[in-house]
């Protein structure tokens, strides 16, 4: 795993290149499939997460037709951080967001290969995965709140 290193004056370091980087370069890598982990250079405290949501916010800013939260949405985002007994939301997120990058996958695959199916059998077939996917996690039970395991569907 790649090791970016984050100093006092917000400088992003990339240890196995041994350079600067930019939320930039760092967005490439997560299109790229790259896994890494930035730190903080003295602590060594884990800060992905914030440089992730910090490269969400920049992208949000840069292109306006590229928008993915609403105001509405993040309304009702901070609304589920302050219920009493929190919704699993994180699992049905990434499950749902990562049923979405499958089928998009999927679907250019298709394009390229000049789709073996007609068009509305290909349509009926992602209809009835959603279908699948959506009962399925509605019928589980939340995970214990320690567990990290993700959930498949076929």
Same mark, same amino acid.
């Given at each position: 795993?790649?090791?970016?290193?984050?100093?006092?004056?917000? !400088?992003?370091? /990339?240890?196995?290149?041994?350079?600067?980087? =930019?939320?930039?370069? $760092?967005?490439?890598? @997560? %299109? +790229?499939? *790259?896994?890494? !982990?930035?730190? /903080?250079?003295?602590?060594?405290?884990?800060? =992905?997460?914030?440089? $992730?949501?910090?490269? @969400? %916010? +920049?992208? *949000?800013?840069?292109?306006?037709?590229?928008?993915?939260?609403?105001?509405?949405?993040?309304?009702?985002?901070?609304?589920?951080?302050?219920?009493?007994?929190?919704?699993?939301?994180?699992?049905?997120?990434?499950?749902?967001?990562?049923?979405?990058?499958?089928?998009?996958?999927?679907?250019?695959?298709?394009?390229?290969?000049?789709?073996?199916?007609?068009?509305?059998?290909?349509?009926?077939?992602?209809?009835?995965?959603?279908?699948?996917?959506?009962?399925?996690?509605?019928?589980?039970?939340?995970?214990?709140?320690?567990?990290?395991?993700?959930?498949?569907?076929?």
């Amino acid at each position: 795993m790649r090791v970016i290193r984050k100093y006092a004056n917000r !400088r992003l370091y /990339d240890t196995q290149q041994s350079r600067y980087v =930019t939320l930039e370069d $760092l967005r490439c890598l @997560i %299109i +790229e499939e *790259e896994p890494f !982990r930035v730190e /903080d250079a003295k602590s060594g405290e884990d800060l =992905t997460r914030t440089i $992730l949501l910090s490269i @969400i %916010i +920049e992208q *949000e800013q840069s292109d306006n037709n590229a928008e993915v939260f609403s105001n509405d949405l993040l309304a009702q985002l901070i609304r589920v951080y302050d219920m009493s007994s929190p919704l699993p939301l994180a699992r049905y997120l990434e499950q749902g967001t990562q049923l979405m990058l499958e089928q998009q996958k999927r679907l250019q695959s298709q394009w390229k290969q000049a789709m073996r199916h007609t068009p509305m059998e290909f349509m009926r077939e992602l209809a009835e995965e959603n279908m699948r996917f959506w009962q399925n996690t509605m019928n589980q039970s939340p995970p214990p709140s320690d567990s990290n395991e993700e959930d498949k569907t076929s």
